[in-house]
T-cell receptor, first 112, second 121 residues
Framework: SQQGEEDPQALSIQEGENATMNCSYKTSINNLQWYRQNSGRGLVHLILIRSNEREKHSGRLRVTLDTSKKSSSLLITASRAADTASYFCATGITGANSKLTFGKGITLSVRP | GAVVSQHPSRVICKSGTSVKIECRSLDFQATTMFWYRQFPKQSLMLMATSNEGSKATYEQGVEKDKFLINHASLTLSTLTVTSAHPEDSSFYIC?????????????????FGEGSRLTVL
């Protein structure tokens, strides 16, 4: 069963604005990851945050994790038209049999 | 970063034929690969976990005789859609985990192929 649920399902912003996407999950996790998918392409790993971390940065990306609320947010600052894509959160439990469960995704459109 | 190559990127076939999709890790060894299916504007649905040298583990509801998975080496896994029908038309994506990654084999990050779009007429 799907673990992560992102919101909003679709987001349209102007270039230069910040984009905030949220993800909620249901069970205990070891890590939460965000991926990006351009239309018709494979997924690209953006950032991983472990369950003992609260915030992580990577370039224009900022991810937060609140394990008490079972939620995460992905912030893209100073968005660009090239950021237009679908974004998925995925939850995982590390270990020999680990696998990721993906949410439904958020479609981000950045208007030039 | 690690590269996963998936081939073919697009395939069109007639109903009743079988189609093989290959997933290769180009610069790392992958003891585990994952096969996903994605419908338009929807999430990735895990179909099966492919383990090198052993049988694949299928998710509930996925027919193992319909979707044959072979993981014969540390760099190659194949998915064969047997006796394909129009309802099998979909975007199939593989991913792999770097078994020898600096952070260890089970840190979580997956490397994805570019996907294979299957259209069954």
């Amino acid at each position: 069963s799907q673990q992560g649920e992102e919101d909003p399902q679709a987001l349209s912003i102007q270039e230069g604005e910040n984009a905030t996407m949220n993800c909620s999950y249901k069970t205990s996790i070891n890590n939460l990851q965000w991926y990006r998918q351009n239309s018709g392409r494979g997924l690209v790993h953006l950032i991983l945050i472990r369950s003992n971390e609260r915030e992580k940065h990577s370039g224009r990306l900022r991810v937060t994790l609140d394990t008490s609320k079972k939620s995460s947010s992905l912030l893209i600052t100073a968005s660009r038209a090239a950021d237009t894509a679908s974004y998925f959160c995925a939850t995982g439990i590390t270990g020999a049999n680990s696998k990721l469960t993906f949410g439904k995704g958020i479609t981000l459109s950045v208007r030039p | 970063g690690a590269v996963v190559s998936q081939h073919p990127s697009r395939v069109i076939c007639k109903s009743g034929t079988s189609v093989k999709i290959e997933c290769r890790s180009l610069d790392f060894q992958a003891t585990t690969m994952f096969w996903y299916r994605q419908f338009p504007k929807q999430s990735l649905m895990l179909m099966a976990t492919s383990n090198e040298g052993s049988k694949a583990t299928y998710e509930q509801g996925v027919e193992k005789d319909k979707f044959l998975i072979n993981h014969a080496s540390l760099t190659l896994s194949t998915l064969t859609v047997t006796s394909a029908h129009p309802e099998d038309s979909s975007f199939y994506i593989c991913s792999a985990r770097d078994a020898g990654g600096a952070s260890g084999p089970n840190t979580g990050e997956l490397f994805f192929g570019e996907g294979s779009r299957l259209t069954v007429l």
